[in-house]
Nanobody, 122 residues
Framework: QVQLVESGGGLVQAGGSLRLSCAASGRTFSYYIMGWFRQAPGKEREFVATISWSGGRQDYADSVKGRFTISRDNAKNTVYLQMNSLKPEDTAIYYC???????????????WGQGTQVTVSS
């Protein structure tokens, strides 16, 4: 059974940093693309970043490009999201995703984590 467990969320002031972690178990971690998505109150869940199985390719939403960095450690079965220069509009629940695939404008995800809250105060 696949489990994705996020940690590292919290309350931070605008301009600050947080590092999210997602520990995966249940199937061979290094086989899969991993990603981060987020959902703000009253809004749909949106793409934040993905990373290839080897870590050699990362893709980012325009809204976080240059501020967020996704990385992975296949030996630890963990994916990370380093978030710098945080803004109030980054406030959301952040979800780890295993095997995200995009079909046109729609995403399909193999497995989701339970989410971790990130709140950025102004």
């Amino acid at each position: 059974q696949v489990q994705l467990v996020e940690s590292g969320g919290g309350l931070v002031q605008a301009g600050g940093s947080l590092r999210l972690s997602c520990a995966a178990s249940g199937r061979t971690f290094s086989y899969y693309i991993m990603g981060w998505f987020r959902q703000a109150p009253g809004k749909e869940r949106e793409f934040v970043a993905t990373i290839s199985w080897s870590g050699g390719r990362q893709d980012y939403a325009d809204s976080v490009k240059g501020r967020f960095t996704i990385s992975r450690d296949n030996a630890k079965n963990t994916v990370y999201l380093q978030m710098n220069s945080l803004k109030p509009e980054d406030t959301a629940i952040y979800y780890c995703a295993q095997d995200p695939r995009k079909y046109g404008s729609r995403w399909e995800v193999g497995y989701w984590g339970q989410g971790t809250q990130v709140t950025v105060s102004s």
